[in-house]
């Protein structure tokens, strides 16, 4: 099984059908037998995690799948995004290591634990959390100084906002350039450690989860 994470650019004036899709994607989704786990996502700069980070433009996939890249053509959902998008990119991953519930879930299961291990390519992270609606403020502050801290950490390829809802479910996707990259940045950078003291003191999230993948291939298309 694995993880798939697609990533759809669009014109402004599709805003609409992409809305439509975030909406209705579930039907088709749920329908097919080869994915596991879903989550349609919204993107943002990832900078305050409010909804002045929202990026229009973006939208994107999260799907488990018992297929190859290639099988993701016939899927109904994806199909129709990619009639409208100008571009699309597709992470293929493989889970290293997942913690913690997404939607009471854990949809990340390594199928060669000692393999995952053992990998020395590029990796990728997916944090995610539902944030306690008393503790939203909180959070909101707390946010800028790591956002600030990922975005200069040495290694990191790219890293955007995710989310199924513009307030209260909030994530991010990460890509670095190695493991020892990744480590580096959480468990050396001071503002990163500070923040998760303050999770620990402040229990803000009511669910959360942080998996790290392999990066087995990124691909980037224009189809327009």
């Known amino acids: ?55 229009i433009r973006t939208w994107g996939l999260l799907l488990t799948f018992d297929g190859e890249l290639e099988d993701l053509d016939s899927q109904r959902s994806i199909r129709s995004w990619r009639k409208f998008a100008h571009r699309e990119e597709i992470y293929q991953l493989s889970p290293i290591s997942s913690h913690g519930l997404w939607a ?58 995710i989310g199924e809802a513009p307030i209260g479910l909030q994530g991010t996707f990460s890509h670095w350039r190695s493991s020892a990259d990744l480590r580096a940045f959480a468990y050396q950078g001071d503002a990163h450690k500070k923040a998760i003291d303050l999770t620990a003191k402040h229990r803000w999230y009511s669910e959360e989860l942080f998996a790290r993948f392999a990066v087995l291939q990124h691909t980037s298309v224009n189809l327009r």
Request: charged share 25%; glycine share 6%; no cysteine.
């Open 1 to 55: 099984m694995k993880t798939y994470l697609l990533l759809w650019t669009v014109d402004p004036r599709s805003l609409p059908q992409a809305l439509f899709h975030m909406a209705t994607d579930r039907f088709s989704l749920r329908a097919d037998s080869r994915i596991t786990f879903f989550k349609s996502l919204g993107t943002g700069a990832g900078s305050t995690f409010t909804p002045r980070d929202a990026d």
């Open 104 to 161: 009471k879930k854990a949809p990340f299961v390594s199928e060669d634990p000692l393999a995952s291990r053992n990998w020395k390519g590029e990796v990728a992270t997916i944090t995610r959390a539902r944030i306690r609606w008393h503790e939203n403020l909180r959070f909101w502050r707390a946010v800028p100084e790591v956002t600030q801290s990922l975005h200069l950490a040495d290694g990191l390829i790219r890293a955007i906002g």
